[in-house]
Each structure stands twice: as structure tokens, then as C-alpha cells.
């Protein structure tokens, strides 16, 4: 087996669960990972790698992502959302739409931003979320995260929705708690679904108890459905062979492509073999795939 799943992950799920049901249906000689934490409060499309498609990570995360999100206004937590410890805060003026509409600007390009205090990030060796959980102060630099897309789709005190579209590492939770602040209060997430990644929307995602031994090879996609940004290299039979090897081979002028930038090489059987970058000029390996 090898490609990936879209998965419509539940609310409540981790995504270490919903990898781990994946696991137990495809038996244990095949590897599975996932390409993006979701939070347990979080809904919406995890993509889960079977077996070499592990190995594609990097490349996953090139691919932008669209969150649709709500926040309430007048609240903070130690989480940034609603699984933290949930505190009101008063709100000393109106806050309207347009307020925040305005201040939209200040959250879109590459900004710096604080993570959540409950994330993943590591400190020493340690996640940021086990220091907290035991009562270390934990505070996080602030990070460059790229936000493309914006808005404010839809707004009734306290509670108010965004769209945005963001690079890998961006936590949505931070966009809607520093939006709240710059207008004078907090906020706390109360829903997140990630709706796109690359190619892969939430209405065509499968929820992973929907899966059962006999239908899940059918729910496995190409790799290159995730690595459409990537060029194509057609190779030959012999050429495949070289890369296996270790062998830098010649670019051709078809390509077109800059020093360091990556290629998907395809087999005559359409496939993914491997993936090359351009380095002095020729293409040379970086993954390459065993014939099933």
C-alpha cells in the first residue's frame, strides 16, 4: 500500500487516533503517519500517509491550508480555546464587526506570531503542552507564519466566524485571540474545521470509522494528488534503475527549473518513483520508491 487518505477527522478525535485506526485495518508491515496535526476540538481534513507515502511530509506541507473558525468574544484560556480553563473578560466597549474588519489587515502576509501555550512546539526537549499540564510557565517566541487570506464571514456578539487561508505552523487559535485583542478584548476558539489542504477538501473526506479492511484500498489516492506543485519527470525503466543508485542524472531542458527545486519523477505506469532536486545543474535523488 502506498498513498494517501483524506480523512474527515471527528471532533473529539486526535489525529494520533485517527492514524491508529488506519493502522489496525491495513495490518502492521505498513507504516502510517499523518501530514498536520488537528486538535481534538478541530474537525475537518487530516491527511493520513500509508506506507512509503510517510516519507512525503515535506512536501505536503508546502501546500497552503483553509480553516473556517469560531470565536467568542469577552473569554480567554489558558488553551486559546475551549479545552482550556474558560474565564469571561469584561468588555469595557461595543465591538462590532467592522471593528474587527478593520484590523484584518495586521493578520495577513507574513506576520509574527506567539503560539498557543498548549501546543505542540518543544521547549528543551519537552512539549509546550506537557509543561503546561504541569504547572511550568511556559512562554514561546514569536514565530513568522504566512496568512494569505482573511475575512470575517460572519459576526452576532459574542461570536463571530473567520476564513483564512495559512501556511504550515500557523495556529488559527492565536489568529482569533490577537484579532480580539488589537480591537480591546479576548477569545477563545470554540470551532475549527480545516475545509482544504492542497487538493484535499472536507466534502470529499472520509470519517475514519467509515473505513473497514475491505473498502479502505479504494480511499487510497496517488501520492501525486498532494504533489501536483511539483513538476513532472517522466522516466524510463533504466533511469529509475540509476536513481536507485544514487545516480545524479541530466535535467532535461523541459523542465525548467531552478537549482534546489524539487521534482516528482513518475514511472511509465504514471507512479511515483521518486522525488529529485536540481543540484549543479543535474537531478539528483532525494526519496526514491521501491517498485511494489
Not at 473529539?12 to 499523518?34: D, F, I, M, P, Q
Not at 488589537?182 to 470509522?209: C, H, Q
Amino acid at each position: 500500500m502506498f498513498g494517501l487518505i483524506n480523512i474527515n477527522k471527528p471532533v473529539g478525535w486526535t489525529s494520533r487516533e485517527a492514524v491508529n485506526y488506519v493502522a489496525r485495518l491495513v495490518g502492521r508491515k505498513v507504516k502510517v503517519g499523518h501530514a498536520g496535526t488537528l486538535d481534538p476540538l478541530a474537525t475537518g481534513v487530516l491527511v493520513v500517509c500509508v506506507g512509503p507515502a510517510t516519507r512525503l511530509e515535506p512536501w505536503i506541507h508546502d501546500h497552503l491550508k483553509s480553516y473556517d473558525a469560531t470565536f467568542l468574544l469577552g473569554r480567554r484560556s489558558d488553551s486559546d480555546d475551549l479545552e482550556g480553563n474558560v474565564e469571561e473578560v469584561e468588555i469595557t466597549q461595543p465591538i462590532t464587526a467592522v471593528d474587527l474588519e478593520r484590523a484584518l489587515p495586521e493578520f495577513i502576509g507574513q506576520i509574527q506570531q506567539v503560539p498557543p501555550v498548549y501546543s505542540a512546539l518543544k521547549i528543551g526537549g519537552k512539549r509546550a503542552y506537557d509543561l503546561a499540564r504541569a504547572g511550568t510557565a511556559v512562554e514561546l517566541p514569536p514565530r513568522e507564519v504566512l496568512v494569505t487570506r482573511l475575512n470575517v464571514t460572519s459576526f452576532a456578539f459574542p461570536e463571530f466566524h473567520l476564513e483564512m487561508e495559512c501556511g504550515t505552523g500557523t495556529y488559527v487559535r492565536s489568529i482569533g485571540r490577537d484579532l480580539a485583542r488589537r480591537v480591546g478584548t479576548e477569545a477563545v476558539m470554540s470551532r475549527l474545521v480545516r475545509t482544504k489542504i492542497g487538493a484535499f477538501e472536507v466534502a470529499d473526506g472520509i470519517e475514519p470509522e467509515q473505513l473497514t479492511k475491505e473498502n479502505i484500498r479504494e480511499h487510497i489516492q496517488s501520492p501525486l494528488t498532494l504533489l501536483a506543485h511539483l513538476p513532472k519527470w517522466p522516466v524510463t525503466p533504466e533511469e529509475y534503475q540509476r536513481l536507485v543508485w544514487g545516480q545524479k542524472l541530466p535535467c532535461p531542458a523541459s523542465l525548467q527549473i531552478d537549482e534546489g527545486q524539487h521534482v516528482s519523477a513518475v514511472n511509465d505506469h504514471g507512479e511515483l518513483a521518486a522525488i529529485a532536486a536540481l543540484e549543479d545543474g543535474k537531478l539528483a535523488p532525494q526519496i526514491v520508491f521501491k517498485k511494489p
